[in-house]
């Protein structure tokens, strides 16, 4: 069975600048989930979304951050216009239904704004 | 809103040698509580986790042990050896949705 995977593993990209991230969830995952971890401190919720609905988005820092998840599969994260303070690891998790508790993680998008 | 701490933030232990690391949560709520294990440039690996009706979990060298009363929780590691060398970290969460988690520890196995 295919673990979550992201893509890219590392963008570098100018302040201002746009960037998209995608998540693909271990196949049949109804949650999924984006973390980000900054400057080498905690990992921090950002949203979760189960099937294509936005369940939570309590952890978003601000407009400039958009998450879709078409159709309930894949998902992106897209940044506009990325500041220096975006910088860090994304990471997205995924887990199967209602009712499990187990998070897969995916290996993170490193992002470095410059 | 839940928030975890988590201690010590950096552990050196001679190889063979137990390691401990605890954290403590703020929501009496939570009731799920996962360790995971990041080595060096690899995804976040789910390693034990334990659940608020358990006071304990045991897999192999490792066990978690969960105090609700103290609302704290330890990862217990024996007989180390240089390849759970890796940074650890605990999360708390309610009902497995999201996690929150400590700050990490950087666990250091010497040979």
């Known amino acids: 069975e295919a673990g979550v995977t992201q893509f890219p593993s590392h963008s570098v990209i100018e302040k201002g600048q746009t960037v998209t991230l995608r998540c693909d969830p271990i196949s049949g995952h109804d949650n999924l989930y984006w973390y980000r971890r900054v400057m080498g401190k905690e990992i921090k919720f950002l949203l979760h979304?189960?099937?294509?609905?936005?369940?939570?988005e309590s952890g978003m820092p601000n407009n400039r951050f958009l998450a879709e998840r078409t159709g309930g599969t894949y998902s992106t994260l897209k940044v506009q216009p990325a500041e220096l303070e975006d910088s860090g690891v994304y990471f997205c998790?995924?887990?199967?239904?209602?009712?499990?508790?187990?998070?897969?993680f995916g290996p993170g998008t490193r992002l470095t704004v410059t | 809103g839940e928030n975890v701490e988590q201690h010590p933030s950096t552990l050196s232990v001679q190889e063979g040698d137990s390691a401990v690391i605890k954290c403590t949560y703020s929501d009496s709520a939570s009731n799920y509580f996962p360790w995971y294990k990041q080595e060096l440039g690899k995804r976040p690996q789910l390693i034990i986790d334990i659940r608020s009706n358990v006071g304990e979990k045991k897999d192999q060298r490792i066990a978690v042990t969960l105090n609700k009363t103290a609302k704290h929780f330890s990862l217990h590691i024996t007989e180390t050896q240089p390849e759970d060398s890796a940074v650890y970290f605990c999360a708390a969460s309610t009902y497995g949705q999201n996690f929150v988690f400590g700050p990490g520890t950087r666990l250091s196995v010497l040979p």
């Open positions: 998790a995924s887990s199967l239904a209602a009712g499990s508790y187990e998070q897969y």
């Open positions: 979304f189960v099937k294509e609905s936005k369940q939570d």
